[in-house]
């Protein structure tokens, strides 16, 4: 019982998920519990958190406490900085990322068939949701990018595997397309150029797709 006290307090005050060997190494050197024991103190605290607001969930990063999805939109209510939009162009670019990596700025350019300007590829970097993962046997070495444990992080998964697969994506495109019918018809007409360019862009990423790897 005192183990499972102290990993859940080290999980709640810890600003960032917590592994288990990361768990382990919080505790003194001759106080260290197994693995195994700590992974059980985490499956009794998820179990007593099944029916509370607040949730332990596993992320990439490791474990985390985090308000239950349904109950969201209540509590951001709470901050008053709104969370940052973010343009179409990055939004394709960090999706060909995420199901073609991993891929060069022109193998991006050519998906998209527009330049890919720098600051998009700037602000993934500095958001931490890609990195450079390697060079590209090909001249100049260009980069290759690939996403990190903090974008899964941040949309909330575990490994690429959870992400939406492309048809699901291409799915909600058609329906989200059907709600446009009761605009006006200038309206709708943009809406649905606009919605079949992403079908196209999603159509381009599935092409020749290989396996996706965790990062």
Same mark, same amino acid.
């Not at 519990?33 to 179990?47: D, F, K, Q, R, V």
């Not at 969201?72 to 939009?85: A, G, H, I, Q, Y």
């Given at each position: 019982m005192e183990i499972k006290r102290i990993v859940e307090a080290i999980i709640f005050a810890a600003n960032r998920p917590m592994t288990v060997k990361q768990i382990q190494q919080v505790f @003194?050197?001759?106080?260290? @519990? +197994? *693995? =195994?024991? =700590?992974?059980?103190? =985490? +499956?009794? =605290? *998820?179990?007593d958190y099944r029916d509370r607001p607040i949730e332990l969930k596993r992320v990439a990063s490791g474990y985390r406490f985090q308000v239950r999805q349904e109950?969201? #939109?209540?509590?951001?209510?709470?901050?008053?900085?709104? @969370? @940052? #939009?973010y343009s179409r162009a990055l939004l394709e670019t960090l999706s060909i990322i995420a199901y073609r990596q991993p891929v060069t700025r022109g193998d991006i350019e050519d998906i998209r068939g527009v330049s890919v300007s720098t600051s998009i590829i700037q602000t993934l970097l500095e958001r931490e949701w890609v990195k450079v993962v390697a060079q590209k046997e090909a001249p100049g070495r260009p980069n290759l990018y690939g996403t990190t444990k903090q974008f899964l992080d941040y949309f909330n998964v575990t490994t690429l595997n959870d992400l939406p697969s492309l048809q699901e994506i291409q799915d909600l495109d058609l329906a989200l397309d059907n709600t446009q019918h009761t605009l006006q018809a200038e309206s709708e007409e943009q809406e649905t150029d606009e919605q079949d360019e992403l079908t196209q862009t999603f159509t381009r990423i599935s092409e020749g797709r290989g396996e996706t790897t965790a990062v």
């Open positions: @003194p050197e001759i106080e260290q @519990p +197994e *693995t =195994i024991e =700590i992974l059980g103190a =985490i +499956e009794s =605290i *998820t179990e109950l969201s #939109r209540w509590v951001s209510r709470l901050f008053e900085e709104k @969370p @940052p #939009r």
